[in-house]
């Protein structure tokens, strides 16, 4: 099961049923299942905030995982900062909702144990979320 839900802003957009569709069908091209994952939409003050009080980071970040899977259920919760995400869709010169998927994703893809902080790992990421997005525009076509 997948929840979505905001806390000090509005809740994006999104359709749940059709994101809910694509991440599991993301899940699956790595040989995993959905289990309990839920997202909590923030802003920057509360992102943070997490991520200083569970990860000793003091500063923003688009997204932060965490990680409950067992084998190959994927649970966790995802916190996405949507004030970064515009930001970011501004620096890198997308729209909002590109990137915002981007950052959907990018959370569910460390759930299937993909990193992207030691050498070559960001770009095997930035791999993985294009391959993503593309199934995410296949399922929008159908």
Do not use: Q
């Amino acid at each position: 099961m997948i929840t979505y839900n905001a806390e000090g802003v509005k809740l994006p957009k999104i359709g749940k049923r059709e994101t809910t569709k694509w991440i599991k069908a993301v899940a699956e091209t790595h040989g995993k299942k959905v289990g309990e994952i839920g997202y909590m939409f923030v802003d920057d003050e509360k992102i943070l905030e997490v991520n200083n009080e569970y990860l000793g980071h003091d500063y923003y970040t688009d997204v932060i995982t965490f990680d409950y899977c067992e084998e190959n259920e994927l649970n966790g919760d995802i916190v996405i900062s949507l004030d970064t995400v515009r930001t970011n869709a501004e620096k890198f010169g997308k729209t909002y909702e590109e990137e915002l998927y981007r950052v959907i994703i990018h959370g569910i893809l460390h759930l299937c144990g993909i990193n992207d902080k030691g050498p070559g790992e960001r770009e095997i990421m930035e791999e993985n979320e294009n391959k993503a997005l593309a199934i995410l525009k296949e399922l929008s076509m159908k």
